[in-house]
């Protein structure tokens, strides 16, 4: 892990972090989880494709592969309560990212901070609880708040309107394509944190 120190460029009126792989290290908890839920429907969820769909939430991520697999799913609310359950017997496993949370506490009191995430509340909840953050932010977009969701932008111009701040002067940390590309749809700057977090 490298030691990095960032520095909000003029201008920047608000920070907006993601949480799953950005401020938390979840990823394999949540991998764990989502072969657990799709084993018994037979549904393939190679781990390259687990992390390019990173941002989307549960329903949309088990739509897209029950379509591509040609499994008929008829309960997909019964199998994200599923997925998100198995997430949560995880929890152990989870561990902040250093460097993105070193950046939240310099700037913490200083600008505006918010999760912006599609994930669900109370997955994100106990997940920014896990390691100690939950009270740094002055504001947290889940997947239940938009109607779209990332690579769409609205989750970020929700985050950024509950800020009080303009979209344009808010900087989103990312470790997703699909992230970064709903930042760049919002106007907003975005830092691509997967450099930070690359292990070594």
């Known amino acids: 892990m490298q030691n990095l120190v ?40 190679p781990e390259p494709r687990f992390y390019a769909m990173g941002g989307m939430p549960t329903a949309q991520i088990i739509r897209v592969l029950a379509a591509d697999a040609g499994v008929a799913v008829t309960d997909v609310d019964a199998m994200v309560r599923t997925k998100e359950d198995g997430f949560l017997t995880h929890l152990d496993a989870v561990a902040p990212v250093g ?3 070193a950046v939240a506490a310099a700037y913490r009191g200083k ?10 509340r109370d997955t994100i909840t106990r997940t920014l609880d896990r390691i100690g953050v939950r009270d740094w932010f002055d504001a947290l977009v889940t997947a239940e708040d938009t109607a779209r969701h990332k690579p769409e932008p609205d989750v970020f111009l929700e985050a950024a309107r509950r800020l ?3 979209a344009g002067g808010c900087v989103v940390f990312e470790d997703t394509d699909i992230g970064l590309e709903a930042a760049r749809r919002a106007g907003m700057a975005g830092v691509d944190v997967r450099p930070w977090v690359r292990p070594g």
């Open 6 to 45: 960032w520095t909000a460029p003029p201008g920047t009126a608000g920070l907006i972090f993601d949480c799953d792989g950005t401020l938390a290290d979840t990823m394999p908890a949540h991998y764990r989880a989502w072969l657990a839920m799709l084993d018994p429907f037979g549904i393939p969820f």
């Open 99 to 101: 460097p993105v949370l």
């Open 111 to 120: 600008l505006p901070v918010a999760v912006a995430s599609g994930g669900y």
């Open 164 to 166: 009080g701040v303009a």
